[in-house]
């Protein structure tokens, strides 16, 4: 897919932005604090409807305003599409051709994005909740309805932590507990099984490039670890029972502390490198080339998925990489994905590699060609 032209309103230091985006690579340089990451994240916000670095929509907000825009539009397969996503303290609008969508979950997909930024080294060495947002954001994009299952999910575990919290063993509701339960084991298998797919898939994907950049010296292997053993189930009704069981199991200790213990909200991912934790035992270098292999499968694995390659958003990190990775990364993108690079200066930047590219500046919220 392209993104012919994207429309700022009120968005961060962005008053008003107007910007043709015509390029296969858009450069955007700049001093530190002008606007550069606003406008990465702008696009990102568009396809995902949430930002990549935080969860408060009103921050986006510009400081004197009451909602912000944003629009873009995208050439994809079967045509062009115009997205349009306002945010206010009400919450959000999100339209496709000027129709408004009921649910936020049906836009989402209608851009499709792979965001790299330096943050992005927390996904092999962070905790285990930034793995999870990025599964989550990650799979919500491809997955039709995934991103329902977990807003479903997510409302019964609060509603079970909130009883959990004044219940104790012997005055718990066993026959309200048991809804509460059916109803996680429910939603929470949906999300398990996409889950397991994902990191399938997305492990063929990595394991090939991190192999082609570290010039096969290195193997990488993504594991899934749920917080219940879901190896072996054939299908989702053992699933169930398995989740339902460990919930039993765990009942008089959940009540205890509180806090539901068992679901997907727990569940995590590990990277090894030649049969040894990342996470534990990886250098600096090798956790940022798992990271970076990890982003270059999920643009092959959106690609395998809708049948087009998403666009690639790229903060700040190519000074970061060495000739090897940054010809690497170039030569995955160059004339199939649609980029968008921004940097504080184009001497780390091998421009003598990209074709059709076109340098912007960025000052104060303003962008020139
Ligand atoms: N809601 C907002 N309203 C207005 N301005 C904002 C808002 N949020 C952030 N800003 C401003 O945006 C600027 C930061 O922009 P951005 O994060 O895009 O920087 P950058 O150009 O990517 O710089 P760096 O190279 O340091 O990452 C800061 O000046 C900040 O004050």
Avoid at 10 to 31: A, K
Avoid at 64 to 70: M, P, W, Y
Avoid at 310 to 332: A, G, M, Y
């Amino acid at each position: 897919m392209f993104l012919n032209s994207i429309q700022l309103q009120h968005y961060r230091n962005y008053e008003q932005l107007e910007l043709r985006t015509d390029s296969q690579v858009n450069l955007f340089v700049g001093p530190n604090a002008q606007g550069k990451t606003n406008l990465l994240e702008a696009i990102f916000v568009l396809a995902l409807t949430k930002s990549h670095r935080t969860s408060k929509d009103k921050e986006l907000i510009g400081w004197q305003s009451q909602d912000a825009r944003i629009r873009g539009e995208v050439d994809k397969r079967y045509g062009t599409v115009t997205l349009d996503l306002t945010l206010s303290g009400q919450g959000k609008k999100a339209k496709i051709n000027g129709l408004e969508q009921r649910k936020l979950s049906d836009f989402v997909g209608s851009l499709n994005v792979v965001m790299f930024a330096p943050e992005d080294l927390e996904i092999v060495k962070g905790t285990p909740g930034i793995r999870r947002r990025f599964l989550d954001m990650e799979i919500g994009q491809v997955q039709p309805g995934y991103l329902h299952s977990l807003g479903q999910y997510s409302k019964v575990l609060v509603q079970r932590n909130n009883y959990l919290k004044t219940a104790t063993p012997g005055s718990v509701n066993q026959a309200m507990l048991d809804i509460w339960n059916m109803q996680l084991a429910e939603y929470g298998v949906k999300i398990i099984k996409k889950r397991e797919n994902f990191i399938h898939k997305l492990q063929r994907w990595a394991q090939q490039i991190h192999a082609g950049i570290t010039g096969g010296t290195e193997e990488l292997t993504i594991v899934y670890r749920p917080s219940f053993e879901t190896e072996d189930a054939k299908d989702e009704s053992v699933l169930f029972d398995r989740f339902m069981i460990k919930l039993t199991q765990v009942k008089d200790q959940e009540l205890r502390r509180g806090v539901t213990l068992v679901g997907p909200h727990r569940d995590d991912i590990a990277f090894f490198i030649n049969g040894k934790e990342a996470q534990v035992y990886g250098s600096q270098g090798q956790q940022r080339t798992a990271a970076l292999s990890l982003k270059l499968a999920e643009i092959e694995l959106i690609h395998e998925e809708i049948g087009e390659y998403p666009l690639l958003l790229l903060d700040d990190v190519l000074s970061e990489l060495d000739q090897n990775r940054q010809t690497q990364l170039i030569e995955t993108f160059q004339n199939k994905v649609q980029t968008f690079v921004t940097t504080t200066g184009l001497e780390s930047v091998n421009i003598a590699k990209l074709h059709d590219s076109r340098i912007y500046q960025v000052r104060d919220g303003q962008v020139v060609r």
